[in-house]
């Protein structure tokens, strides 16, 4: 079965400071992995993905991902934070084996950048 | 180009009512999505359409929900009898194509609140 773990219910951060949010997964092959977006009162907005290829994604925002095999992690990073961040964040996971699945979502990682 | 919208933004049924909920997907989108997501948790799947065909509704957590998209476009997401459990956050999602690779685009979601 395929699972996401985000360890962190909350994470923060002071504007300018680079920033950190975890996510762990689990499937059975070689996932495909998002990360979403989710500001208040308003939908999830895409942010990136890692398909294949290169280990290190760059998506929307500044925003970048690590795919790490090894410890099946795939972190959201950003090197300097803006207020404007704040909002809460999801990691998605979807086993390509078995096809045209629904994503499956973490709990979500509520992230606070102070100024 | 619009995005994804869902109608009504907010909703408050009593015990018992049915309620019918509406996704306008992006146009040309092949594949539609709904989630739940529950207050402090993301989201978890429902049901999903590939245009008018339902290939996957084991997500509906009970026979009082029920899914259509009868033209391949505008989906409804219908909750017979509502019960206070129901109360959630109501996604829908839509994506270009019909492979995994494809990210999903989200609506702004409608809030159900069963008194």
């Known amino acids: 079965a395929q699972s996401v773990a985000q360890p962190e219910d909350q994470v923060n951060v002071a504007e300018g400071n680079p920033l950190t949010v975890k996510c762990t997964y689990s499937?059975?092959?070689?996932?495909?992995l998002f990360w979403y977006v989710q500001y208040p009162n308003r939908g999830l907005q895409f942010l990136l993905k890692?398909?294949?290829?290169?280990?290190l994604v760059k998506g929307s925002y500044g925003f970048e991902a690590e795919f790490n095999k090894s410890q099946t992690s795939f972190h959201l990073k950003k090197p300097s934070a803006l207020v404007s961040d704040s909002a809460l964040y999801f990691c998605?996971?979807?086993?390509?084996?078995?096809?045209?699945?629904?994503?499956?979502f973490g709990k979500g990682t509520r992230l606070s950048v102070i100024a | 180009g619009a995005g994804v919208s869902q109608s009504p933004r907010y909703k408050v049924a009593k015990r018992g009512q049915d309620v019918a909920l509406r996704c306008d997907p992006i146009?040309?989108?092949?594949?539609l999505f709904w989630y739940q997501q529950a207050l402090g948790q993301g989201p978890e799947f429902l049901t999903y359409?590939?245009?008018?065909?339902?290939?996957?509704k084991s997500g509906l957590p009970s026979d009082r929900f029920f899914a259509e998209r009868p033209e391949g476009s505008v989906s409804t997401l219908k909750i017979q009898r509502t019960q206070q459990e129901d109360s959630a956050v109501y996604l829908c999602?839509?994506?270009?194509?019909?492979?995994?690779?494809?990210?999903?685009?989200f609506g702004p979601g409608t809030r159900l609140t069963v008194t």
């Open positions: 998605a996971v979807r086993d390509p084996y078995l096809g045209n699945t629904p994503l499956v």
């Open positions: 146009s040309g989108h092949v594949s």
């Open positions: 890692y398909i294949t290829g290169d280990n």
């Open positions: 999602a839509s994506s270009l194509g019909d492979r995994e690779r494809d990210e999903q685009y």
């Open positions: 359409f590939q245009n008018e065909a339902q290939l996957d």
């Open positions: 499937v059975s092959g070689n996932p495909y």
